[in-house]
C-alpha cells in the first residue's frame, strides 16, 4: 500500500475517533478543507509541518505515521468537538506536546 495512502488513513482515523471535523481540523492547520480530504484520501502528501502539528494535537509521535506497526495510545483527553474552535484545538496541541515530552523524559530514566 502506498505510504500516502496509509498516512491518510491513519489521519483519517485519529481525526474520526477525536470527532474532529475535517473543517475544523483544516482551521487549526490553516489550510483548506479540501485539501486534509485529499490527503486522507491518499492524494496528496502530507509535509512534515503538517504531520508535526498533528502529531502534537492527536499525542502521537511522528513515527506513529511512518511505521507499519506503530503502537498508538493515546493520552487522555476529551474532546467536545461541537463546542471547541481552532484556538481549542491550538491550547490542547500544546498541552498533548508537553504530556509527550514528559513522557519521553520518564522513559529516559
Known amino acids: 500500500m502506498d505510504l500516502n495512502i496509509k498516512i491518510g488513513e491513519k489521519i483519517s482515523k485519529l481525526r474520526a475517533d477525536s470527532g474532529i ?15 486534509i480530504s485529499k490527503i486522507e484520501k491518499g ?3 502530507a509535509n512534515l509541518e503538517l504531520l508535526s ?10 513515527d506513529y505515521f511512518n511505521e ?4 498508538y495510545s493515546p ?10 474552535g481552532a484556538e481549542d ?4 496541541s500544546m498541552i498533548q506536546k508537553i ?6 523524559m ?4
Not at 502539528?53 to 511522528?62: M, V
Not at 507499519?68 to 503502537?71: K, P, S
Not at 504530556?99 to 519521553?104: E, P, S, T, V, W
Open 21 to 35: 471535523s475535517q473543517k475544523l481540523l483544516a482551521e487549526y492547520l490553516s489550510v483548506d478543507q479540501s485539501y
Open 43 to 45: 492524494e496528496r502528501p
Open 53 to 62: 502539528n498533528l502529531s502534537s494535537l492527536f499525542g502521537c509521535t511522528l
Open 68 to 71: 507499519e506497526a506503530t503502537a
Open 75 to 84: 493520552l487522555a483527553i476529551a474532546f467536545r468537538a461541537d463546542s471547541i
Open 89 to 92: 484545538l491550538k491550547t490542547i
Open 99 to 104: 504530556a509527550l515530552n514528559l513522557k519521553f
Open 106 to 109: 520518564d522513559e529516559l530514566s
